[in-house]
């Protein structure tokens, strides 16, 4: 009898934590504003098989995008940036409307986001 007892316990506390960890998970997502996710999207859509590196783009063998998949990122970067009060005018000033400068600010802008984001959860 005590040898179910037990694994019952075991069973329950087992399940308790795995709950625990898929809210965790959630409340992450969930705390993610409409830009973050729009731009998390963009990047997963990078694997689409349309939007894979042709041959021509693998044989340049450089860990660069090229323009037309960082071309894929830009709508959803600037929108990132603007979400945070810069306007059009200052992002276009600050990049001189260069893509790597959007797409790497509108990511800086994201990883803060999500730190934020985990150090909230975390409190």
Same mark, same amino acid.
Do not use: R, Y
């Given at each position: 009898m005590k040898k179910y007892f037990l694994s019952a316990v075991i069973a329950v506390v087992t399940l308790a934590s795995c709950n625990n960890e898929? &809210?965790?998970?959630?409340?992450?997502?969930?705390?993610?504003?409409?830009?973050?996710?729009?731009?998390?999207? &963009?990047?997963?859509?990078?694997?689409?098989?349309q939007n894979r590196p042709t041959e021509e783009e693998k044989k340049r063998n450089t860990s660069e995008l090229s323009d037309r998949r960082k071309a894929l990122l830009v709508p959803a970067s600037k929108e990132l940036i603007i979400s945070t009060g810069v306007t059009e005018a200052e992002l276009t000033r600050k990049t001189g409307g260069d893509m790597s400068q959007i797409i790497v600010w509108a990511t800086q802008i994201y990883m803060q986001k999500s730190d934020e984001i985990r150090k909230n959860i975390k409190s």
């Open positions: 898929s &809210a965790a998970v959630n409340t992450v997502e969930t705390m993610k504003t409409p830009q973050m996710e729009k731009f998390d999207k &963009a990047f997963k859509s990078l694997g689409d098989p």
